[in-house]
């Protein structure tokens, strides 16, 4: 492969050095500093079968590959396979997986999407699933069947933040033959790496943290095992939903500033989860990094921070809810997550309405947020100030 492109990825770089050159070097052509985007969809070959290592951009492309490279060091990982969306990785995640008749163990707070594509596309391709509550370890116990092929775990839960002990789950998922996948979008490699804890496998909507700034869809799967790994990349050619070359280049622009993005996200996350459950119109702040959070003590083992998600439920019920979404001025009405600027949503009637009438449904009162990178103060002021006129009515 194109070894000047891929860069050397030193294992033993720190976080932020991985993520501005693993995958990286220096393009040998004219030295750019940044990686090019390889905007083609195939390669000369100097003669049959004689190429760069490049034939056509669905089987490869050096621009994904840098993000893919970087990717598998962020995460400590042998293999990164980067796709069009986080739901592409999930699906080809799957279907490498399982084999019809197979089961699946779900989070019961699953992201909205990932629970439609199991509840109502790959059930047609003869997938069960079970929804459990990934925090209580002898329920995720009691639900695996002899045909349990994947346990899938999400931890911060979206939107509620329930917290997964990431390698007890390993544990369960070995003891069972089953492998366990972990959805990191909302903690980020930056904050926690699950194949250190033993997963088998870590998806990524890169839409969100890894991207960053809100103006790419994306997806990716890592894994510590090459040869599983190979497996994912002839399956990720064969289906096809690769990541495009400038997706992929916005995705490996937006790595870069993970970690100091990272950090402000959860130094502003502190002040708003703060300033949320000492308001008169919150009932309950969720954000791990709470003390009374019930995952607090999980979360502190196997992450370095809290993440930039808050969630709350409001004394006022639904209508304070929708109230209060409508009264931020900084806050963005808007669904998703994980960009610099600040999010709010409703998930009952928003990111989690294709969940109503089953049991990933979301309680009514609920307001979820992604604090962004602005100044912290600004976000504090502009939620207590929406959250006082919701409560005036
Ligand atoms: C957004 C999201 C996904 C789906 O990713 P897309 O890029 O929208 O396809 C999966 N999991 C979580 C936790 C997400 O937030």
Not at 328 to 353: K, N
Request: charged letters at 15%; aromatic letters at 6%; glycine letters at 12%.
């Amino acid at each position: 492969m194109n070894g000047s492109v891929r860069g050397p990825g030193k294992g033993a770089d720190g976080f932020d050095t991985r993520a501005i050159h693993a995958g990286q070097a220096p393009e040998p052509a004219y030295g750019a500093v940044a990686v090019p985007i390889y905007q083609t969809s195939t390669f000369a070959q100097r003669g049959v079968g004689e190429h760069s290592g490049f034939e056509y951009s669905r089987s490869g492309n050096p621009t994904r590959t840098a993000l893919e490279t970087c990717l598998a060091a962020l995460e400590g990982g042998a293999t990164g396979l980067a796709f069009a969306s986080g739901l592409a990785a999930e699906d080809c995640l799957a279907r490498v997986v399982c084999r019809p008749g197979d089961h699946v163990i779900l989070p019961a707070d699953a992201y909205g999407g990932t629970f439609r594509l199991f509840a109502n596309v790959l059930d047609r391709w003869g997938l069960a699933y079970t929804a459990v509550q990934l925090a209580d370890l002898p329920a995720v116990r009691a639900a695996i069947r002899p045909e349990t092929r994947l346990i899938w775990c999400e931890t911060p839960t979206n939107p509620l933040l329930g917290i997964a002990d990431i390698a007890a789950l390993a544990a369960l998922a070995r003891e069972a033959g089953a492998l366990l996948a972990v959805d990191n979008t909302f903690a980020s490699p930056y904050l926690q790496r699950p194949l250190e804890l033993g997963a088998d496998v870590v998806v990524h909507s890169t839409t969100k943290y890894l991207g960053g700034h809100s103006d790419v869809v994306g997806g990716a799967l890592v894994v510590g095992d090459a040869a599983f790994g190979e497996r994912l990349a002839y399956h990720q050619n064969a289906m096809g939903a690769v990541a495009g070359p400038f997706d992929a280049w916005l995705v490996l622009r937006g790595v870069k500033t993970l970690g100091v993005r990272m950090q402000r996200h959860c130094a502003n996350a502190r002040l708003v989860a703060e300033a949320l459950a000492a308001h008169p119109a919150v009932g309950l702040a969720l954000w791990p990094g709470l003390p009374s959070h019930p995952g607090h003590e999980v979360a502190s083992r196997q992450m370095s921070d809290f993440g930039g998600m808050v969630s709350c439920r409001l004394r006022g019920g639904e209508a304070a809810a929708l109230d209060v979404c409508r009264r931020t001025r900084l806050f963005t009405l808007a669904e998703s997550l994980g960009g610099v600027e600040s999010l709010i949503e409703h998930p009952g009637r928003m990111t989690h309405a294709s969940a109503a009438g089953s049991p990933l449904e979301v309680p009514a009162d609920l307001v979820r947020l992604s604090v962004g990178i602005e100044t912290g103060a600004d976000l504090v002021a502009d939620l207590v100030g929406a959250l006082d006129g919701a409560a005036a009515g």
